[in-house]
């Protein structure tokens, strides 16, 4: 039997790359017997607004928590290994504070010289070109990125599945741009969602591609950034990895954190809101956050 818990702290929209509205999440969460949930679009607080506007006309006894799910790239070059790449989670910060914009407007720069970049290797390489209202939809987008240019190659038929469309292009063509467009370093993340007054989450760990002892130490220096929790409950994660991830968060004096990263059934269909497999998961970062906002 499916079970749930009563929050979820890792959720997107379709400000950024989700199926579904703000609206429609609250609505659902609502109708799985959740009470707390925060919405975590990649790179855009448009979903967290929206959620304050619409609950300021709409009450609602369900606990929202405004995040974001930033893209960085990782500084220090021990810790690098397969993957240089990182999400970080940002909860509870002032949405209004001046720096947010800018950077999330740099990221949508980045991600902008990434795709074109990517285009021109996709054409010049492989021979494929996609119209070009095709190609103006996706950078219309408040966030865009390689699964936007997988879709299309699903679409028009040079593969059968999202898996094929990296494995066969997108891996080869973000490997020769990688390291030709600007970057915006986990420190510069981490410190901007603390001077807005907010706490800072690692997101799903795995996806580093560390191994384990190597992700501990990244961890330690994450935290001596400023980082507050580690995503230790996540889909991609099994049980004797999420153990381990909560032991450090007690040994490092860290908040635990989860949620179902979820998508919709079309973008992740394995990804279900509010589901886990694990009775027993206590998570301590959003009972922190509502916690201080009593005081």
Known sequence: MTKYIDTDMHIHTTASDGEYSPEYIHDKIKML???TFAITDHDTIKGAKE???YLENNPSMLNFIPGIELTASVKPKRFKAQKNRLHILGYEFDLDYPAIMPIVAKRKEIDYLSISR???????????EFPKEDIKQIYQK?????NDIARLLLMYGYVKSRNEAFDK????T???VR?????IYDEEVIALIKEAGGYVSLAHPISLRLDLDTLKEYIKYLKSLGMDSIEVYHPHHNHEFSKALKRLAHDEDMLISGGSDYHGPHVK???HLGVHQNKNKVLTLNKHILENRKK
């Open 33 to 35: 017997g959740l009470n």
């Open 51 to 53: 959620m304050v506007d």
């Open 118 to 128: 990517q285009l021109r290797i996709l054409k010049k390489q492989y021979k494929i």
């Open 142 to 146: 408040n966030n865009f990125g390689r």
């Open 169 to 172: 292009y997108l891996i080869n």
């Open 174 to 176: 973000h490997e020769q």
């Open 179 to 183: 390291e030709t467009i600007p970057k």
């Open 269 to 271: 269909p394995k990804l």
